[in-house]
């Protein structure tokens, strides 16, 4: 049995399967926010889009990737995830208002490509809603805390 072929195979992908366990927690849940579209593109990259939320108190966490595809920030209690996804399923569904993000296809996708199933995940202590909003080509997940 190769146990191998559902894991993560760069870096990159180990780290993205770590975000998805932490706010794949059971309990925590995924709101559509309002996607914005600018005379051009507003917001391009994670970079800039880091830089922009830097300037507004934001403390950058960590970025990965170069140039970097996913980047937490925080403010307070407040979480702030900016990314940019490479599957186009995922980025389809993440465009899509319509799309509940809640539904059990998409997390059993998701989690498949992280090569994570529910039993790896834990149940949120403090379950949290997730507002995800698309800026041009850059998608920003906020979580607000106490």
Do not use: C
């Not at 186009?88 to 989690?111: M, T, V």
């Amino acid at each position: 049995m190769n146990e191998k072929a559902t894991q993560p195979r760069t870096s990159l992908d180990s780290a993205v399967a770590a975000l998805r366990r932490h706010m794949m927690e059971k309990g925590n849940r995924f709101e559509h926010g309002p996607a914005y579209e600018g005379d051009g593109k507003v917001l391009s990259s994670v970079k800039q889009t880091v830089r922009m939320y830097e300037g507004m108190g934001y403390v950058k966490l960590f970025e990965l990737g170069n140039p970097p595809a996913y980047a937490v920030l925080q403010r307070g209690h407040r979480e702030l995830h900016i990314f940019q996804p490479r599957d186009p399923k995922i980025k389809q569904w993440l465009a899509d208002e319509g799309a509940n993000l809640n539904d059990p296809a998409i997390r059993a996708y998701l989690l498949q490509k992280s090569g994570l199933s529910e039993n790896d995940l834990a149940i949120a202590a403090k379950p949290q809603r997730y507002h995800i909003n698309e800026v041009d080509d850059v998608f920003i997940v906020t979580a607000d805390g106490d």
